[in-house]
T-cell receptor, first 112, second 112 residues
Framework: SQTIHQWPATLVQPVGSPLSLECTVEGTSNPNLYWYRQAAGRGLQLLFYSVGIGQISSEVPQNLSASRPQDRQFILSSKKLLLSDSGFYLC???????????FGPGTRLTVL | GENVEQHPSTLSVQEGDSAVIKCTYSDSASNYFPWYKQELGKRPQLIIDIRSNVGEKKDQRIAVTLNKTAKHFSLHITETQPEDSAVYFCAASKGTGNQFYFGTGTSLTVIP
């Protein structure tokens, strides 16, 4: 069966510091991968999605970037965090039956 | 692009009563409609989905209906229990490999 991992689970970072969040998927090949952000009490905002290694599409221009160095690895980065980057970051992978998406456990980021 | 609207934003029901959450979508090419349940501090979990070639789908106490002509779909929860309390999100997609467009969420509270 497929499993999706994210780390770290929680993170507290100062404004202006860099960021690296990692997501890996097990049990499937060439998945579609997605990064979402959820502000406190809000909905799901799609940040990036990837259909293959090195292929990244950005939905929202901002100070975040994403990379997919391996088939089942998706990384979210920032060179300088802003207060507004605080939130719950969710990675998801896309199924192949009907296009389902399954979410990882998330990383709760607080920028101070 | 696709626009998904979800109502109501909050819903309180007595334990044992039914709850209904409604979503509308704008793009007639959308053909996959999942529903997610998100408990406080946790990841969204897929609870039921429906494809455009089906009008209704049931899974125990939950059901989803789809009206393609009117471009709306609904989640029905019968015999609600306190553990049904959560935020529910609807989404629309054009299927495998395509991104999801999420509704803004409904916070359901089941009062014991």
């Amino acid at each position: 069966s497929q499993t999706i991992h994210q780390w770290p689970a929680t993170l507290v970072q100062p404004v202006g510091s860099p960021l690296s969040l990692e997501c890996t998927v097990e049990g499937t090949s060439n998945p579609n991968l997605y990064w979402y952000r959820q502000a406190a009490g809000r909905g799901l905002q799609l940040l990036f999605y990837s259909v293959g290694i090195g292929q990244i599409s950005s939905e929202v221009p901002q100070n975040l970037s994403a990379s997919r160095p391996q088939d089942r690895q998706f990384i979210l980065s920032s060179k300088k965090l802003l207060l507004s980057d605080s939130g719950f970051y969710l990675c998801a992978w896309g199924g192949f039956l009907a296009g389902e998406q399954f979410f990882g456990p998330g990383t709760r980021l607080t920028v101070l | 692009g696709e626009n998904v609207e979800q109502h109501p934003s909050t819903l309180s029901v007595q334990e044992g009563d039914s709850a209904v959450i409604k979503c509308t979508y704008s793009d007639s090419a959308s053909n996959y409609f999942p529903w997610y349940k998100q408990e406080l501090g946790k990841r969204p979990q897929l609870i039921i989905d429906i494809r455009s070639n089906v009008g209704e789908k049931k899974d125990q106490r939950i059901a989803v209906t789809l009206n393609k002509t009117a471009k709306h779909f609904s989640l029905h929860i019968t015999e609600t229990q306190p553990e049904d309390s959560a935020v529910y999100f609807c989404a629309a997609s054009k299927g495998t490999g395509n991104q999801f467009y999420f509704g803004t969420g409904t916070s359901l509270t089941v009062i014991p």
